[in-house]
Protein backbone atom coordinates (compact mmCIF):
# COMPACT_ATOMS: atom_id res chain seq x y z
CA UNK A 1 0.00 0.00 0.00
CA UNK A 2 3.01 2.05 0.75
CA UNK A 3 3.45 3.67 -3.22
CA UNK A 4 -0.51 3.95 -3.30
CA UNK A 5 -0.88 6.01 0.08
CA UNK A 6 -0.92 9.30 -1.56
CA UNK A 7 -3.50 8.16 -3.94
CA UNK A 8 -5.67 6.71 -1.24
CA UNK A 9 -5.30 9.18 1.15
CA UNK A 10 -6.27 11.61 -1.11
CA UNK A 11 -9.45 9.52 -2.21
CA UNK A 12 -10.47 9.15 1.37
CA UNK A 13 -10.22 12.08 2.81
CA UNK A 14 -12.78 13.28 -0.13
CA UNK A 15 -14.81 10.94 0.05
CA UNK A 16 -14.88 11.30 4.30
CA UNK A 17 -15.91 15.16 3.95
CA UNK A 18 -17.97 15.15 0.81
CA UNK A 19 -19.73 11.54 0.72
CA UNK A 20 -19.27 11.31 -2.95
CA UNK A 21 -16.29 11.58 -5.44
CA UNK A 22 -16.78 12.83 -8.82
CA UNK A 23 -15.17 12.39 -12.44
CA UNK A 24 -16.05 16.02 -13.14
CA UNK A 25 -15.08 17.51 -9.66
CA UNK A 26 -11.55 15.63 -9.21
CA UNK A 27 -10.45 14.35 -13.02
CA UNK A 28 -6.87 12.88 -11.31
CA UNK A 29 -7.73 11.20 -8.16
CA UNK A 30 -10.58 9.62 -9.73
CA UNK A 31 -8.75 8.60 -12.94
CA UNK A 32 -6.16 6.89 -9.92
CA UNK A 33 -8.78 4.70 -8.55
CA UNK A 34 -10.02 3.74 -11.90
CA UNK A 35 -7.24 3.21 -13.69
CA UNK A 36 -4.95 1.30 -10.96
CA UNK A 37 -6.62 -1.32 -9.36
CA UNK A 38 -3.96 -1.87 -6.32
CA UNK A 39 -5.39 1.66 -5.48
CA UNK A 40 -8.98 0.74 -5.68
CA UNK A 41 -8.31 -2.11 -3.59
CA UNK A 42 -6.63 -0.38 -0.93
CA UNK A 43 -8.97 2.37 -0.83
CA UNK A 44 -11.94 -0.51 -0.35
CA UNK A 45 -9.99 -1.77 2.65
CA UNK A 46 -9.95 0.84 4.34
CA UNK A 47 -13.69 1.91 3.85
CA UNK A 48 -14.08 -1.90 5.52
CA UNK A 49 -12.23 -0.92 8.15
CA UNK A 50 -14.30 2.38 8.93
CA UNK A 51 -17.57 0.59 8.29
CA UNK A 52 -18.12 1.60 5.22
CA UNK A 53 -18.64 0.50 1.49
CA UNK A 54 -16.71 2.31 -2.01
CA UNK A 55 -19.62 1.85 -4.54
CA UNK A 56 -19.69 3.69 -8.18
CA UNK A 57 -22.70 5.26 -10.23
CA UNK A 58 -22.26 7.49 -13.58
CA UNK A 59 -18.85 8.37 -12.70
CA UNK A 60 -19.06 9.02 -9.24
CA UNK A 61 -17.68 7.26 -6.14
CA UNK A 62 -19.56 7.15 -2.94
CA UNK A 63 -19.17 5.62 0.44
CA UNK A 64 -22.24 4.07 1.43
CA UNK A 65 -22.80 2.16 5.03
CA UNK A 66 -22.70 -1.21 5.69
CA UNK A 67 -25.57 -3.08 7.12
CA UNK A 68 -25.09 -4.05 10.76
CA UNK A 69 -21.90 -2.31 11.50
CA UNK A 70 -22.11 1.44 11.13
CA UNK A 71 -25.20 3.04 10.19
CA UNK A 72 -23.96 5.68 7.87
CA UNK A 73 -20.68 5.54 8.83
CA UNK A 74 -21.99 6.73 12.77
CA UNK A 75 -22.19 4.66 15.97
CA UNK A 76 -25.69 4.43 17.42
CA UNK A 77 -24.51 6.89 19.96
CA UNK A 78 -23.23 9.38 17.14
CA UNK A 79 -26.37 8.54 15.07
CA UNK A 80 -28.48 9.61 17.91
CA UNK A 81 -27.63 13.40 18.63
CA UNK A 82 -26.50 13.22 14.53
CA UNK A 83 -30.60 13.11 14.04
CA UNK A 84 -31.81 14.90 16.96
CA UNK A 85 -29.50 15.86 20.12
CA UNK A 86 -32.80 15.06 22.79
CA UNK A 87 -33.01 11.00 21.09
CA UNK A 88 -32.98 8.35 22.97
CA UNK A 89 -32.61 4.41 22.04
CA UNK A 90 -36.25 4.05 21.34
CA UNK A 91 -36.29 7.18 19.01
CA UNK A 92 -33.80 6.11 16.79
CA UNK A 93 -34.96 2.77 16.37
CA UNK A 94 -38.41 4.10 14.97
CA UNK A 95 -36.31 6.84 12.90
CA UNK A 96 -34.08 4.05 11.61
CA UNK A 97 -37.65 1.87 11.26
CA UNK A 98 -38.94 5.17 8.97
CA UNK A 99 -35.59 5.18 6.63
CA UNK A 100 -36.28 1.40 5.92
CA UNK A 101 -39.87 2.00 4.83
CA UNK A 102 -38.38 4.75 2.64
CA UNK A 103 -36.00 2.33 1.43
CA UNK A 104 -38.71 -0.63 -0.02
CA UNK A 105 -41.18 2.02 -0.70
CA UNK A 106 -38.18 3.03 -3.48
CA UNK A 107 -37.02 -0.61 -3.74
CA UNK A 108 -39.68 -3.47 -3.25
CA UNK A 109 -37.99 -6.66 -3.55
CA UNK A 110 -35.07 -5.64 -4.13
CA UNK A 111 -35.96 -3.88 -7.50
CA UNK A 112 -32.32 -2.63 -9.38
CA UNK A 113 -33.95 0.87 -9.98
CA UNK A 114 -36.22 3.23 -7.98
CA UNK A 115 -40.24 1.78 -9.02
CA UNK A 116 -41.29 5.81 -8.50
CA UNK A 117 -40.25 9.33 -8.86
CA UNK A 118 -41.11 10.63 -5.37
CA UNK A 119 -43.06 9.76 -2.10
CA UNK A 120 -45.18 11.88 -0.48
CA UNK A 121 -44.58 12.21 3.17
CA UNK A 122 -47.89 12.20 4.29
CA UNK A 123 -48.23 8.38 1.96
CA UNK A 124 -45.38 7.52 4.31
CA UNK A 125 -46.88 8.40 6.86
CA UNK A 126 -49.41 5.92 6.19
CA UNK A 127 -46.92 3.20 5.18
CA UNK A 128 -45.58 3.16 8.45
CA UNK A 129 -49.12 3.40 10.21
CA UNK A 130 -50.27 0.36 8.54
CA UNK A 131 -46.77 -1.33 8.93
CA UNK A 132 -47.02 -1.08 12.73
CA UNK A 133 -50.64 -1.70 12.76
CA UNK A 134 -49.57 -5.13 11.45
CA UNK A 135 -46.75 -5.33 14.08
CA UNK A 136 -48.99 -4.73 16.89
CA UNK A 137 -51.25 -7.62 15.62
CA UNK A 138 -48.20 -10.27 15.98
CA UNK A 139 -48.38 -12.49 19.04
CA UNK A 140 -44.83 -13.37 18.67
CA UNK A 141 -43.56 -9.81 18.07
CA UNK A 142 -40.61 -11.14 20.55
CA UNK A 143 -39.55 -13.44 18.97
CA UNK A 144 -39.50 -11.72 15.31
CA UNK A 145 -37.62 -9.25 17.20
CA UNK A 146 -34.92 -11.86 17.99
CA UNK A 147 -34.94 -12.94 14.52
CA UNK A 148 -34.45 -10.48 12.93
CA UNK A 149 -32.34 -8.57 15.93
CA UNK A 150 -34.11 -5.60 15.59
CA UNK A 151 -36.30 -4.45 18.49
CA UNK A 152 -39.97 -4.29 16.38
CA UNK A 153 -41.50 -4.27 20.04
CA UNK A 154 -39.83 -1.05 21.45
CA UNK A 155 -40.65 0.62 17.76
CA UNK A 156 -44.12 -0.25 17.60
CA UNK A 157 -44.86 1.15 21.71
CA UNK A 158 -43.16 4.25 20.87
CA UNK A 159 -45.28 5.20 17.60
CA UNK A 160 -48.46 3.82 19.07
CA UNK A 161 -47.68 6.19 22.24
CA UNK A 162 -47.28 9.48 19.91
CA UNK A 163 -50.10 11.69 18.77
CA UNK A 164 -49.99 12.49 15.06
CA UNK A 165 -49.84 15.86 15.34
CA UNK A 166 -48.23 18.47 18.24
CA UNK A 167 -49.18 22.16 19.05
CA UNK A 168 -46.72 24.92 20.33
CA UNK A 169 -47.34 26.15 23.31
CA UNK A 170 -49.04 29.70 22.41
CA UNK A 171 -48.68 29.17 19.21
CA UNK A 172 -52.64 28.64 18.32
CA UNK A 173 -52.70 26.12 15.59
CA UNK A 174 -49.03 26.05 14.62
CA UNK A 175 -47.93 22.87 14.67
CA UNK A 176 -44.02 21.77 16.00
CA UNK A 177 -42.21 20.20 12.47
CA UNK A 178 -39.21 18.53 14.13
CA UNK A 179 -38.39 16.98 17.46
CA UNK A 180 -39.65 13.44 18.40
CA UNK A 181 -42.92 14.32 20.79
CA UNK A 182 -45.34 13.43 17.83
CA UNK A 183 -45.33 10.98 14.72
CA UNK A 184 -45.40 14.08 12.35
CA UNK A 185 -41.78 15.61 14.40
CA UNK A 186 -40.12 12.12 14.19
CA UNK A 187 -40.90 11.41 10.84
CA UNK A 188 -39.92 15.49 9.41
CA UNK A 189 -36.85 14.80 11.73
CA UNK A 190 -35.70 11.56 9.77
CA UNK A 191 -36.23 13.09 6.55
CA UNK A 192 -34.15 16.05 7.87
CA UNK A 193 -31.36 14.01 8.90
CA UNK A 194 -31.73 11.90 4.96
CA UNK A 195 -31.21 15.40 3.49
CA UNK A 196 -28.51 16.95 5.30
CA UNK A 197 -26.76 13.31 4.17
CA UNK A 198 -27.55 14.19 0.86
CA UNK A 199 -29.61 10.62 0.60
CA UNK A 200 -32.92 12.51 -0.36
CA UNK A 201 -34.27 15.92 -1.35
CA UNK A 202 -37.36 17.64 0.03
CA UNK A 203 -39.80 19.81 -2.16
CA UNK A 204 -42.76 21.60 -0.83
CA UNK A 205 -45.76 20.18 -3.01
CA UNK A 206 -49.38 21.02 -2.26
CA UNK A 207 -49.08 21.73 1.53
CA UNK A 208 -47.20 18.17 1.63
CA UNK A 209 -43.57 17.20 0.95
CA UNK A 210 -42.45 15.21 -1.74
CA UNK A 211 -39.44 13.45 -1.19
CA UNK A 212 -37.00 12.50 -4.13
CA UNK A 213 -34.04 10.06 -3.78
CA UNK A 214 -30.29 11.08 -4.72
CA UNK A 215 -28.01 9.69 -7.03
CA UNK A 216 -26.37 8.42 -3.55
CA UNK A 217 -29.29 7.06 -2.54
CA UNK A 218 -29.34 4.94 -5.85
CA UNK A 219 -25.74 3.89 -5.40
CA UNK A 220 -26.13 3.09 -1.94
CA UNK A 221 -29.29 0.57 -2.16
CA UNK A 222 -27.25 -0.50 -5.75
CA UNK A 223 -24.30 -1.39 -4.65
CA UNK A 224 -24.64 -1.94 -0.64
CA UNK A 225 -28.06 -3.32 0.27
CA UNK A 226 -28.67 -5.72 -2.57
CA UNK A 227 -25.35 -7.06 -2.18
CA UNK A 228 -25.87 -10.75 -1.35
CA UNK A 229 -23.20 -10.68 1.01
CA UNK A 230 -24.61 -7.75 3.11
CA UNK A 231 -28.01 -8.20 2.52
CA UNK A 232 -30.37 -6.78 5.52
CA UNK A 233 -33.22 -8.94 6.27
CA UNK A 234 -35.11 -6.03 8.19
CA UNK A 235 -35.59 -4.60 4.67
CA UNK A 236 -36.58 -7.98 3.20
CA UNK A 237 -39.09 -8.41 5.85
CA UNK A 238 -40.61 -5.09 5.99
CA UNK A 239 -40.68 -5.02 2.38
CA UNK A 240 -42.76 -8.62 2.67
CA UNK A 241 -45.37 -7.28 5.08
CA UNK A 242 -48.98 -6.91 3.97
CA UNK A 243 -49.84 -3.20 3.28
CA UNK A 244 -52.83 -3.58 1.56
Same mark, same amino acid.
Given at each position: ???? /? ?18 ? !? ?18 ? %? ?69 ? %? ?10 ? /? ?27 ? %? #? ?15 ? #? ?6 ? #? ?19 ? !????? %? ?35
Amino acid at each position: MAKN /IEAVGNALKILIEKGSLSRD !EFPIIHENIISDGDVLGDLE %KICQTLGLFLNERSGIFYVSPVPGMRTFGYTNEELRKEIYYHFKNEDLYTALFIIANVITEFFPEASPSPI %KSFLKSNDLMDV /IDKKIEILAEQVNLEEISYEQSYNFEVVV %K #KWMDLQRVKLDKGEGDS #KKEYGKTS #KIQLLNTTLRFLESQELIQLV !EMNGD %KAIYITERFNATILNAYNDDEIQNEIYDYLDNMITE
